[in-house]
């Protein structure tokens, strides 16, 4: 691909692991993270400009010391590839958003009780796709032909999202959901924030448990469309994790900010589904031709800014 050298030294990943290790103890036991209350709009636009502003900070302070080390060149490549995988990874995780919506109104969850259910969906998140990059980084240099199965199954991906948009998932007929309560004692009615309670001496798991299963299997899901995206911008492990995990610890904060108001983006699934057909077009005719990283970043930009703007011109006219 375009990116054969990493950049990634031991100590630049053990400084971000701190760094993320650190913000979520912060996050569970310094700013309310382990206590029930509702998040409001204006806590989540702060906690989402707080994470904004960090991979940015990040991003110039990764060209800074690259421009100092191995030249401006590659520091710009990487700083370009890392602020395109972010955009690509923030956009498609909107679509995550969507999901846990309706997962949280189909278990009438109380928003005091939705933080708690992220917060372990973000850390089940950080490690699955931790696992899944550095996997997928050792396939790519082992195997560069996966690449194209990669290309191929975003644009079947692409292409299945388009006809879905419009179509609500049925979460009673999901496998997982159904495996759940065939195999586990489920308590009924709601325990507050509780994921297993005793009853009679006997140990049941509750609805809000079989939600955490839920929106952990959503990660695995939507990670699979998201890390082969981010593999068409760059094959650099170090750039594709950091750029990965910093749009995944926004993604809670995004959620609530988003959640009030998601109805006025419907459109924005399809910028979505374009996005990923595009990106795998581009997997699959790079032995042709190779899609420049910039001209990458404006058209994913492009794609998801006009699908935002359609969404709000529609429900305007709708509103009148």
């Known amino acids: 691909m375009n990116s054969a050298i990493s950049i990634g030294e031991p100590w630049m990943w053990a400084a971000f692991i701190v760094f993320v290790l650190v913000m979520l103890v912060l996050d569970l036991f310094v700013f309310g993270g382990n206590k029930a209350h509702k998040v409001s709009v204006k806590e989540a636009a702060a906690w989402s400009l707080v994470w904004v502003s960090l991979a940015l900070a990040f991003n110039a302070g990764m060209w800074w010391y690259l421009n100092g080390t191995v030249g401006p060149d590659i520091a710009d490549r990487k700083a370009l590839e ?59 240099r082992e195997y560069s032909w996966v690449l194209y199965l990669f290309g191929a199954f975003l644009v079947v991906t692409g292409i299945r999202m388009l006809v879905m948009a419009e179509k609500t998932p049925d979460l009673e007929q999901n496998p997982v959901l159904k495996f759940a309560r065939r195999h586990l004692r489920v308590s009924e009615g709601h325990h507050g924030e509780k994921f297993s309670v005793m009853k009679d001496g006997v140990r049941y798991v509750t609805q809000l448990f079989l939600v955490l299963i ?27 994790f950091t750029s990965n995990i910093f749009a995944i610890m926004g993604l809670r904060a995004l959620y609530f900010l988003l959640a009030d108001v998601a109805d006025r983006f419907h459109l924005l699934k399809y910028g979505l589904a374009m996005v990923l057909t595009f990106i795998g077009s581009k997997m699959l005719i790079m032995p042709w031709y190779h899609v420049p990283v910039g001209a990458s970043l404006a058209i994913v930009a492009v794609l998801i800014g006009a699908s935002v703007v359609a969404s709000l011109i529609a429900t305007r006219k709708l509103a009148k």
């Not at 189909?106 to 850390?123: C, H, K, M, S, T």
């Not at 952990?216 to 750039?239: C, G, K, Q, R, Y």
């Open 82 to 140: 890392f602020l395109t995988g972010y955009l690509i990874e923030k956009s498609l995780s909107v679509d995550n958003v969507f999901v846990f919506l309706l997962i949280f109104t189909a278990f009438q969850v109380a928003p005091e009780f939705q933080r708690r259910i992220l917060i372990y969906g973000v850390l089940g998140a950080i490690v699955m796709r931790a696992v899944m990059i550095l996997a997928g980084a050792w396939v790519v």
């Open 214 to 240: 839920l929106i952990e299997v959503t990660d695995l899901v939507f990670a699979v469309d998201s890390i082969p995206a981010i593999f068409a911008i760059t094959t650099d492990p170090f750039i594709v």
